[in-house]
């Protein structure tokens, strides 16, 4: 693997702190190695110039349903009753595993697209040795950072199947948990996660936060999703425990699951990810919900909160809700070489890419210090072919 060297870009490292204007970034064997002005690359090594560009970390997605994009704006009027009812129901069991590779590849490109480059993607379809290795071999051919959220119940032997495949798509639960199905059940799997050091993630309104403590198993290596009706006290328990959160506020104000937990997480100590979740009635990026997230708390604490605060949500503290944030979500030494590049925007800075970024300024996007987009274009995947392609599955399961 050459050294990549960006040039002169503006760089924002995504942690809320200061930024970097006309500095430079060497990445080495997929590993940031420098971040400053004036820094030289060995011989052969690909140069980009990045001047009048913002260099920040690839954008995580904490919680999303990959396998839900050939469904792209189906459900624009649907309940979450709807949405269990029917993308749950008979789309979800209608999926073969040929339909879950490609429907996972055609997520995966419209993410890099976006500059996501890591998902957490909770993917209902690993339902069979053969579901599971069809979503694990979209995530490596498409090159993009993934944590594969198992939903069989044989989440050891299933995890390991995942780990047969690069170390950039690895495995985690994704668990019905305390509040929708077996507290006991729940129970083993939390600490079955733990053990094993892996992310356990489950949809929660906000019980499952006291029935998780109360065992002694909220942690960081859970990832509780939504939390829309949690206390002040939950809140509490969650920034005393450090657990992970992913709040996904378009689809939560889209559908009314309520208002989003993000500022009273805030407020706590706590600090949320953020997440896509299901593209049949949201964006496939997260400028959105970072946009939405600002929005919303501008109003909710009647203060002029700054754009560039918001940033963190949508990188490490995303990371750290599912356990990769000491190898990705700023932009340091020693961290994974997973970026984005952000062109257009005549004032560059973190809060410009919160207020004003979207998939069409994502102009280069580096994963495990491999180019996958650039100059605004996929390298290795069509996009167009890719939706046309689902275009035949995307009727079939609907029908």
């Known amino acids: 693997m050459t050294q990549i060297l960006i040039k002169g870009g503006h760089v924002a490292a995504g942690d809320g702190g200061t930024e970097l204007p006309e500095t430079d970034v060497l990445i080495d064997d997929g590993v940031i190695t420098s971040v400053a002005p004036g820094v030289n690359g060995a011989p052969g090594a690909t140069v980009i110039d990045a001047a009048g560009m913002i260099v920040m970390p690839g954008l995580v997605d904490s919680h999303r349903h990959v396998w ?167 809140a509490k328990m969650l920034a005393e425990t450090g657990a992970g959160v992913t709040v996904t506020p378009v689809v939560e104000g889209t559908m009314g699951h309520g208002a989003s937990a993000y500022g009273r997480l805030w407020d706590a100590g706590a600090r949320a990810g953020l997440g896509t979740d299901v593209v049949v009635n949201a964006p496939v990026d997260l400028f959105e919900p970072m946009r939405d997230t600002l929005r919303t708390e501008r109003l909710r604490t009647a203060t002029m909160l700054p754009a560039g605060a918001i940033l963190p949500a949508a990188t490490v503290d995303s990371a750290r809700a599912i356990g990769l944030d000491h190898i990705i979500g700023t932009v340091e030494v020693g961290k994974r070489a997973d970026l984005i590049l952000l062109d257009g925007l005549p004032a560059p800075s973190a809060a410009a890419a919160v207020a004003n970024g979207s998939r069409a300024d994502v102009h280069t996007v580096i994963v495990e210090g491999r180019i996958v987009k650039r100059d605004g274009r996929l390298v290795d995947l069509d996009l167009a072919a890719l939706r046309r392609a689902s275009r035949a599955l995307a009727q079939r399961v609907l029908r």
Do not use: K
């Not at 792209?72 to 040929?98: E, F, K, S």
């Not at 419209?110 to 209902?124: P, Q, R, Y």
């Not at 993009?144 to 939903?151: E, K, P």
């Open 68 to 234: 839900q994009a050939p469904l792209r704006g189906v459900g624009a009027d649907m309940t979450l009753p709807d949405y269990l009812a029917t993308v749950l129901g008979p789309i979800l069991t209608g999926y073969t595993p040929q339909d879950a590779g490609l429907a996972t590849l055609l997520g995966a490109a419209e993410a890099l697209d976006a500059g996501i480059t890591t998902v957490f993607d909770w993917s209902n379809t690993t339902t069979t040795e053969a579901h599971t290795d069809a979503v694990r071999d979209a995530f490596a051919a498409a090159g993009i950072r993934a944590v594969v959220g198992l939903v069989h119940p044989d989440h050891e032997a299933y995890a390991r199947r995942v780990q047969r495949g690069p170390a950039t798509v690895t495995a985690g639960f994704a668990i019905a948990g305390m509040e929708y199905g077996d507290h006991d059940d729940t129970v083993r799997s939390v600490r079955l996660a733990r053990d094993m050091g892996v992310t356990v993630t489950m949809h929660a309104g906000g019980p499952a936060v006291r029935a998780l403590y109360d065992v002694g198993l909220l942690g960081p290596h859970v990832n509780l999703v939504h939390l829309n009706g949690m206390t002040a006290d939950d």
